[in-house]
């Protein structure tokens, strides 16, 4: 269970849910500070004291106390320009011209259950799981007030934090930064974890030390981004998979975020998440109020295995919504890497007749079905069909598909326009743009500006008029390129730097309102693969394409690294040709296999090429799968091994019965070591099949099982297990 409390003695906030806890505390003249996060303190006697001493230089709010200073106190919500020389949360360009705010201590309230934030995803409870403290402050000068709110769920090691400004007075102000968090840790030896990457190498695990100084995990890009991810962690010195603490935050938000990590002179580590503010700033009038997205911040004192592991199952619970959350997800053919532009309805059928004797369940049509879309160039915006290539529409094309027993989907991009497209012509004004400057193109293509309600209308209306067109059963919402120029014609000068956030707040109504009325349409969000892959997004679309790399080598550290924060269910994952499409690669089918296998499972090559043999191993691989795929998707994930050379990943069924490990080897030796692999998370005293063989739980954790000499490169070894008794 949850609680949170104030004690009206020591004025002291404790906010504490399964094993962690979280505390605050009002100080001096209504200041709040932050005394702690971590693991649980059932009893806590004022153990935190906020060291007062007299500092050179850490001025002092008050002349008769040299020794308080607020550059030297830990905060719960920073701003600049007071004594504090750090980076702040909050910066307010006020009527005065200034950005000097001073917030105090107003009120507080605890409720059950969470308040909604308009506009944005986030994470979502029953009135009963779920319990928050809202802390106000007030600016001691202006009629501005601070909401800082804190979530805790039952059973979850989890808080989620927001922080709200509202305007009382009677003058407009200026936002220019809000973070939904910070923390400010003590003087801890912590090292930091990201998710840094690239297009086609998405959230690779980056570890490294905290030096002093400042440093930013950020995206300008316009979307959350392949080059970082809206997720940091905090860690121990020698925090691995299994011990240790780990402190992580992770944004529900898909636009540009920054993460700023600063170790001051004295060794204390000062972190935030929010919006970005370098691209950033809101006019905010009277009586008005803006509110920052959510950020999730978790906690674990045994690794970062268990880390993972609550907040994969927090998402799939509380984050991910709607009629295919707790389905199995369809085993897919996309035609992507099968024919890129050139189909016609001939070639779909043949790959559709070839799949579905293969067992597949959903048969995606990628780009090029619209417009005179036959290359990249032109397009995008033209939602209608092009009957040159389809000449019985999308309705032929998906009623075929149906008759084979499978499901029908298609890809498009409806936050994009080509410069050579019906849509372009008609409206030029249209997209994101600098009144006489140069529009860079990326992909032959501009954006579209979602922060004009008028454009958002026409991407609604469009892509209902395609999903009611025919039968479809999924889309794939892909966005490839980032902002430039990235302003709206339809704000005055004052407002243009809300573009960005309004693009992000105009996308999430335009697919709130989709998905409210096409239910059974299960959504992938895609942007050049893993562009996008945060959050904000999974509330919306519950699966995601994990990156457009498949080649199943490179997608061990992109499925690594996205499974610290994000859940197998989440993480779309295919088979494809050899040699691979991107890097040229060439490994065998099974490992392809097994290495998508971790997450949901297709296929993203011309199958009608395929041989007898290969279409007989893919048969038998999407069988395997079936019988497989719960573990995978609604299972614990254990990261067994991430070296250099061999990689292992196992997963635990939600009844805990069965067992599911893929071990990795990348390159082949002479003389190979013996390799042994320890599993993790059984019952001690429970007794485990494999084929006709049985382990004892213990036996399989502190001995392990031998893997067999694999020779070659790339080779992969897959074994399931059952459990089939428990000793007394
Ligand atoms: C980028 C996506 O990531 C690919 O899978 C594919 O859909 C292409 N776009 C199509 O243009």
């Not at 919500?77 to 201590?105: E, V």
């Not at 709110?149 to 979850?156: D, L």
């Not at 509380?318 to 890497?337: A, D, S, V």
Request: charged letters at 25%; aromatic letters at 12%.
């Amino acid at each position: 269970m949850s609680h949170i409390t104030f004690n009206e003695n020591n004025r002291v906030f404790h906010i504490a849910s399964h094993g962690m806890s979280y505390i605050m505390q009002l100080f001096k003249e209504d200041y709040l500070v932050h005394l702690y996060w971590g693991k649980e303190v059932k009893n806590y006697n004022d153990s935190f004291k906020v060291g007062l001493v007299d500092r050179a230089f850490s001025p002092n709010p008050n002349a008769e106390d040299r020794t308080f200073s607020l550059d030297t106190v830990p905060l719960e919500y920073p701003a600049f320009g007071n004594t504090d020389f750090r980076t702040p949360s909050i910066r307010l360009r006020m009527k005065d011209g200034t950005h000097i705010t001073d917030f105090r201590y107003e009120s507080h309230k605890i409720i059950s259950g969470k308040e909604k934030l308009v506009g944005y995803g986030q994470t979502y409870a029953d009135k009963e799981d779920v319990e928050t403290l809202v802390i106000t402050l007030k600016d001691t000068l202006y009629n501005l007030y601070l909401d800082l709110s804190y979530s805790v769920f039952n059973n979850y090691p989890i808080l989620t934090r927001h922080s709200v400004i509202r305007n009382e007075s009677e003058d407009t102000i200026y936002i220019e930064k809000l973070s939904s968090c910070n923390i400010d840790f003590r003087n801890e030896n912590l090292e930091l974890i990201h998710l840094s990457g690239a297009w086609g190498n998405e959230r690779e695990l980056t570890r490294q030390s905290i030096e002093k100084g400042n440093f930013i995990i950020d995206s300008k890009r316009g979307s959350s981004s392949h080059h970082h991810n809206p997720f940091v962690a905090l860690v121990d010195k020698g925090t691995n998979e299994t011990s240790g603490n780990a402190y992580a935050l992770n944004l529900v938000y898909s636009g540009d975020f920054s993460s700023e990590i600063e170790k001051d002179s004295k060794g204390n580590i000062r972190t935030n998440m929010g919006l970005n503010p370098f691209t950033f700033t809101w006019k905010l009038d009277s009586k008005t109020q803006f509110s920052s997205p959510e950020v999730v911040m978790v906690f674990s004192s045994s690794g970062l295995g268990s880390l993972s592991r609550d907040l994969h199952h927090f998402y799939r619970h509380h984050l991910i919504r709607g009629n295919h959350q707790h389905k199995e997800r369809p085993i897919l053919i996309n035609n992507w890497e099968a024919t890129y532009f050139n189909f016609n309805e001939e070639k779909l059928k043949n790959l559709a007749d070839v799949s579905s004797n293969l067992g597949i369940e959903l048969f995606v049509l990628d780009d090029g079905w619209f417009g005179k879309r036959n290359n990249d160039d032109s397009s995008l915006g033209d939602w209608f069909v092009n009957r040159e290539k389809l000449p019985n529409g999308l309705e032929g094309i998906s009623d075929y598909v149906h008759k084979k027993n499978m499901s029908f989907g298609i890809w498009v991009e409806p936050e994009m326009i080509s410069v050579n497209s019906e849509l372009y012509n008609k409206h030029p004004e249209w997209c994101l743009q600098v009144e006489g400057r140069r529009k860079s193109e990326s992909r032959n293509q501009l954006i579209l500006d979602l922060a004009n309600p008028q454009v958002c209308e026409y991407i609604y209306e469009s892509m209902d008029s395609v999903l009611t067109s025919a039968k479809i059963d999924y889309i794939k919402w892909d966005m490839n390129r980032n902002m430039t120029e990235a302003y709206s014609l339809t704000l005055p000068y004052e407002q243009k730097l809300e573009t960005a956030h309004r693009y992000i707040m105009g996308l999430y109504d335009v697919i709130e309102r989709l998905t409210k009325k096409h239910p059974n349409v299960l959504f992938e969000s895609c942007s050049g693969g893993g562009g996008r892959f945060d959050p904000g997004m999974l509330y919306f679309m519950p699966q995601v394409w994990t990156s457009d790399n498949t080649d199943a080598i490179a997608r061990l550290a992109i499925q690594n690294g996205t499974s610290m924060a994000y859940p197998a269910i989440s993480m779309g994952a295919h088979v494809s040709a050899i040699p691979n499409h991107q890097i040229q690669r060439v490994t065998d089918l099974k490992t392809r296999g097994d290495v998508a296998m971790a997450g949901t499972f297709g296929y993203e090559l011309d199958l009608t090429q395929c041989t007898k043999e290969e279409q007989t191993e893919i048969s038998q691989q999407v069988k395997e799968y079936k019988k497989l795929r719960h573990i995978v998707q609604f299972g614990d994930l254990y990261r067994l091994r991430y070296e250099n050379n061999e990689v292992s990943w196992q997963f635990i069924s939600e009844d805990k019965t069965e067992v599911l490990v893929t071990f990795v080897k990348k390159l082949g030796m002479a003389q190979e070591p013996f390799m042994r692999l320890k599993l993790d998370g059984l019952d001690e005293s429970s007794l485990y099949q494999l084929d006709n063989k049985i382990f004892g739980g213990d036996e399989l954790m502190n001995i392990g099982l031998d893997i067999p000499n694999m020779d070659g490169d790339f080779k992969t070894y897959q074994i399931y297990l059952k459990k089939v008794q428990t000793l007394k």
